[in-house]
């Protein structure tokens, strides 16, 4: 049974920075990514990558702060997330999958297959 397992959340200061990482337990998939659920909100893409290219995928409210990148030898995901404020408070999920995703269809949660349990990450301004 595949699985993914986040770690690096927690609660930080706004303009503060966290690393979330996600080990994937079998297979290094087409697609990558974390998403986000704030509390009362809906679920969105914050960033994805197409680990064949190494394309990679941002939401514009945290282009220029996150960076997504993948460890493929260790089936790794990571979430480098600097300059944090209150509005990126989230349980985020880490999430693959074997579709090719590009830059209109990332964000859709039906292009991945599996999914993590989430990390909470909790910004105080």
């Known amino acids: 049974q595949v699985q993914l397992v986040e770690s690096g959340g927690g609660s930080v200061q706004a303009g503060g920075s966290l690393r979330l990482s996600c080990v994937v337990s079998?297979?290094?998939?087409?697609?990558m990514g974390w998403f986000r659920r704030a509390p009362g909100k809906e679920r969105e893409g914050v960033a994805a990558?197409?680990?064949?290219?190494?394309?990679?995928y941002y939401a514009d409210s945290v282009k220029g702060r996150f960076t997504i990148s993948q460890d493929s030898a260790k089936n790794t995901l990571h979430l480098q997330m600097n300059n944090l404020n209150a509005e990126d408070t989230a349980m985020y999920y880490c999430?693959?999958?074997?579709?090719?995703?590009?830059?209109?269809?990332?964000?859709?949660?039906?292009?991945?297959?599996?999914w993590g349990q989430g990390t909470q990450v909790t910004v105080s301004s």
């Open positions: 079998e297979y290094t998939y087409r697609s």
């Open positions: 990558i197409y680990t064949t290219s190494g394309s990679t």
């Open positions: 999430a693959a999958g074997p579709n090719v995703v590009h830059g209109g269809t990332w964000y859709y949660a039906v292009y991945y297959s599996y």
